[in-house]
């Protein structure tokens, strides 16, 4: 069965504070694909990241990084010197072989405080 | 970048109308489309996938007949829903796979909001 698992609903920091955001995936898949994505209060998806199952590589982009680790099946966000803007609602999502099906994970609510 | 639009943005209706949402890929051939439904403080679910000139497939537990899926051309897919009533008030995402794009590439919609009075 194809999962993702966003176990923190809410998560609520100080501007300027670094924030993890834990993503867990499960799929029989060897070939899938992990996205991030940010949806502000104004509803619209904003593509963050993709990252390949073949591609462990941890990515870096401005104040946004990534660690892939397929041991654990997990792809974590960290958001460093987090700002006001941030806050918004972060999915993880999974895309695997059958139809290009994309599974959301069931979204992490980040509530960043000036 | 790939653009997918999504009209209306929000509508508002009564109970018992139907309300059709259109999905566009604006400046590619979408081969695979997919509708998504958001309540609020929820994630998403899709509800069915479309491909161009066949019928929809429609997860489990969404109703076909009242979920009307429509993918006529390369560029543009619809959703219609017949007889909304208030549980139907939603947010209704689509997006767009790319003919010749990457391995699940998909590109979002901006959402429609229905509201049903």
């Known amino acids: 069965a194809q999962k993702v698992t966003q176990a923190q609903t809410e998560i609520s920091v100080v501007e300027k504070e670094d924030v993890t955001l834990d993503c867990v995936y499960e799929t029989r898949d060897t070939t899938y694909y992990l996205f991030w994505y940010k949806q502000p ?15 462990e590589q ?13 041991s654990t099946s997990s792809f974590n966000f960290t958001i460093t010197a987090s700002q006001v803007v941030d806050s918004a609602v972060y999915f993880c999502a999974l895309g695997y072989t059958g139809g290009f099906k994309t599974i959301f994970g069931a979204g992490t609510r980040l509530f960043v405080k000036a | 970048g790939a653009v997918v639009s999504q009209h209306p943005s929000w509508v508002i209706c009564k109970s018992g109308t139907s309300v059709k949402i259109e999905c566009r890929s604006l400046d590619f051939q979408a081969t695979t489309m997919f509708w998504y439904r958001q309540f609020p403080k929820q994630s998403l679910m899709l509800m069915a996938t479309s491909n161009e000139g066949s019928k929809a497939t429609y997860e489990q537990g969404v109703e076909k007949d009242k979920f009307l899926i429509n993918h006529a051309s390369l560029t543009l897919s619809t959703l219609t829903v017949t007889s909304a009533h208030p549980e139907d008030s939603s947010f209704y995402i689509c997006s767009a796979r790319e003919l010749a794009g990457a391995y699940n590439e998909q590109f979002f919609g901006p959402g429609t909001r229905l509201t049903v009075l």
């Open chain 1, 41 to 55: 209060p104004s509803g619209e998806l904003v593509f963050l990241i993709r990252r390949n199952s073949f591609d």
């Open chain 1, 58 to 70: 941890n990515e870096i982009s401005g104040r946004y990084s990534w660690n892939f680790q397929k």
